[in-house]
């Protein structure tokens, strides 16, 4: 019969909280993941919980405890014919049973000394997979911490690249600001160069119109000098009247 005390990991007169303890260090032990990859690891959790069932009721484990009695007591001898001889001497019959203490003292040593050993065992097995389970555990937090490692050097780099382009983004608005700058100075000078000679040629124009005026005038007015000359000549026969 196995003990649900081996099975835990506790001695023979633990108390609930030790028991309690125990259980719960070793369901620990079986997370989902262990429980999906390794094959017999839900068969350990079910007996964990069977042995820890039996153990938190006081009634069960009474009852397991008279069990685990009576299997350490040694196998009653079968009856057996006996022949009865002359009765021996006081002597020889304390030797016999001296023999059979002695006999008695080395079998429940020897019983105390195997359920020992498989407590250890249990222990050892416990220990085992409780510095497995920590190595597992360890690596998943290095993988983790490297992870993130990773991932704050990825976000640097592209916080470097996001700065790059909003860099060159900002140069470009800029130039092209300038660019549109430059382009309306010009069309605005451009502009008052072309008011400046459409004013320029009217003015000439003008100049040039007052100028053709008045030599029209001058011409006007020589011609009718050049007629009352002719008038004078022809009445006085003189040019000046």
């Known amino acids: 019969m196995r003990s649900a005390y081996l099975v835990l990991g506790v001695p023979g007169n633990a108390s609930q909280e030790e028991i309690e303890t125990a259980f719960r260090?070793?369901?620990a032990l079986f997370p989902r993941e262990r429980l999906?990859?390794?094959e017999g690891a839900?068969?350990?959790?079910g007996e964990l919980k069977s042995a820890y069932q039996v153990l938190r009721d006081p009634e069960s484990r009474a009852a397991h405890d008279r069990k685990l009695q009576d299997a350490a007591r040694p196998p009653r001898a079968r009856p057996r014919t006996v022949v009865v001889e002359p009765e021996e001497s006081p002597y020889r019959k304390l030797m016999i049973a001296g023999f059979v203490l002695v006999a008695l003292v080395f079998g429940t040593?020897?019983?105390?000394?195997?359920?020992?050993a498989q407590i250890r065992k249990e222990?050892?097995?416990i220990e085992l997979a409780t510095q497995k389970a920590a190595a597992e555990d360890a690596e998943r937090k290095r993988?983790?911490?490297?992870?993130?490692?990773?991932?704050r050097v990825r976000q640097a780099s592209q916080q470097r690249i996001d700065e790059r382009r909003l860099a060159v983004e900002a140069q470009y608005s800029a130039a092209?600001?300038?660019?549109?700058?430059?382009?309306?100075e010009a069309q605005a000078a451009s502009a008052r160069r072309a008011e400046t000679a459409e004013q320029q040629r009217r003015e000439y124009a003008q100049r040039e119109e007052e100028r053709r005026a008045a030599y029209e005038a001058r011409q006007r007015v020589e011609a009718d000098k050049r007629r009352v000359r002719e008038l004078c000549y022809q009445q006085y026969r003189r040019w000046d009247c």
């Open 36 to 38: 999906a990859e390794e």
């Open 176 to 184: 092209r600001a300038n660019a549109n700058l430059q382009a309306a």
């Open 42 to 45: 839900l068969a350990r959790l």
């Open 25 to 27: 260090k070793s369901e």
């Open 123 to 125: 222990q050892a097995a």
């Open 143 to 151: 993988m983790e911490e490297e992870r993130k490692a990773a991932e």
């Open 109 to 116: 040593g020897a019983a105390v000394s195997y359920r020992n």
